[in-house]
């Protein structure tokens, strides 16, 4: 029989009455004939929640500890959406990370998935039942319980999808895809039908929470066709671009056109003449290099800039004050956020660079800095002019239809 796999996000069992409806969705898919794994986040804040309580004890809690407690968010849920199943008639089984064989690095906090082993998934199959697995967590070759960094339960679904050779992969939360950009803050911005692997990753990485970057990138190593979906919405038809966001290979796109504008607030810069001295720093405090540039376009000053997500940063005061004996005169601003845009062949010439600049500046959004890869321009902005900033680009590059650059 063919395996899906389904993973529900923290808003999709925000509380107990919405335990049903997922429930429910689940028993539909398992009907139409197919074998159907669950991952599960935590839920609703939880994750935040807990962490804010280890603050509470720790102003720079320990990496072990808090994954020993960031797990527990998942396990409550996965728990709790076997019964819901149950309920319903269903015949369900949850598993743990570990339980479900996903075998992590020994890296705390944002680990990375090295192998899947799903024995135990394949058992229960067999038998019938259908498997949730808690997302988020695994398990170390030495015994240790890991976390995956925030947004981790896509990279469990996508991994268990892949080990699993699954038809395809469903990731469900309360938007009904991927858009152009928050439709929080852009009321203009417009459901994707389809992205590729690539578009998509760049999303993740500027900040769209859509998707989790790392699941991406496991996705496209297998060839895994992911689809976005919402949870209160229907099952995949025969088309799910639809009704949803599909993420696979070759997006038909033209190339050089604008598919999204994300944004992250949640960015540190900082500035240092001693680089390596820096690294190494960054390295001991497993500062996450996901989003680091390093350029030296300060205006003010010619030494190495740095940029980081803030996201998998838990101990933020104690680099600090690392950094600030490493180097006293070290710069530390942790008052911008980082916007971007993104679509394949963007930087063919610099004209989204310069048309995005001169947009930014006419309307007095100072930026100090600026980062490109062959699918992103991304600028760094005073954090409370982000949104500002992602509504521009947004009226600029998507609403505005401009013609497509010629690639030369
Ligand atoms: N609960 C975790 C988080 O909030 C993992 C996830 O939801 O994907 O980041
Ligand atoms: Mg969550």
Avoid at 194 to 209: D, H, P, R
């Amino acid at each position: 029989m063919s395996v899906v796999v389904q993973k529900y996000g923290g808003s999709s069992v925000a509380d107990a009455s919405k335990f049903r409806l997922v429930a429910e969705r689940i028993m539909r898919t398992k009907k139409e004939g197919h074998d159907v794994v669950v991952v599960v986040s935590a839920m609703g804040d939880t994750t935040d929640d807990l962490l804010a309580l280890a603050k509470q004890i720790s102003a720079n809690p320990d990496r072990r500890e808090l994954d020993m407690l960031l797990s527990a968010g998942e396990r409550i849920s996965m728990a709790l959406l076997s019964m819901a199943i149950r309920e319903l008639g269903g015949d369900a089984i949850s598993f743990t990370g570990s339980q479900s064989g996903i075998i992590t690095n020994d890296r705390h906090i944002d680990a990375r998935i090295i192998e899947v082993r799903p024995f135990r998934v394949q058992d229960e199959l067999a038998r019938g039942k259908i498997v949730v697995v808690a997302g988020y967590q695994g398990v170390s070759y030495r015994k240790e319980i890991t976390t995956l960094g925030r947004g981790g339960s896509d990279t469990t679904a996508v991994a268990m999808a892949a080990a699993l050779g699954a038809e395809w992969c469903e990731i469900c939360s309360d938007v009904d895809g991927v858009y152009t950009a928050d439709p929080r803050v852009v009321s203009a911005a417009k459901r994707i039908g389809v992205l590729s692997y690539e578009e998509t990753q760049e999303l993740a990485e500027s900040g769209a929470k859509v998707l989790n970057a790392q699941a991406v990138e496991f996705a496209k190593e297998k060839g895994i066709a992911i689809y976005a979906r919402a949870t209160a919405g229907a099952i995949p038809g025969k088309d799910p671009s639809l009704d949803g966001t599909i993420v696979r290979k070759l997006a038909p796109r033209l190339p050089g056109s604008v598919v999204g504008v994300a944004s992250e607030k949640e960015v540190l810069l900082i500035q240092s003449r001693k680089v390596s001295g820096l690294l190494r720093i960054m390295d001991d405090f497993g500062c996450p290099g996901k989003q680091l540039h390093i350029s030296s376009m300060a205006r003010d000053q010619d030494g190495v800039t740095l940029v980081i997500s803030k996201e998998n940063l838990h101990q933020s005061s104690k680099l600090q004050a690392h950094l600030t004996q490493h180097d006293p005169v070290a710069l530390w601003n942790d008052a911008i956020g980082a916007v971007s845009i993104i679509g394949a062949g963007i930087n063919a010439s610099h004209n989204k660079v310069r048309a995005g600049s001169q947009a930014l500046e006419q309307s007095g959004i100072r930026y100090y800095g600026l980062a490109t890869s062959s699918f992103r321009v991304t600028w760094l902005v005073d954090r409370e002019k982000v949104e500002e900033a992602v509504r521009l680009l947004h009226g600029l590059f998507i609403e505005s239809k401009e013609p497509v650059v010629p690639l030369e």
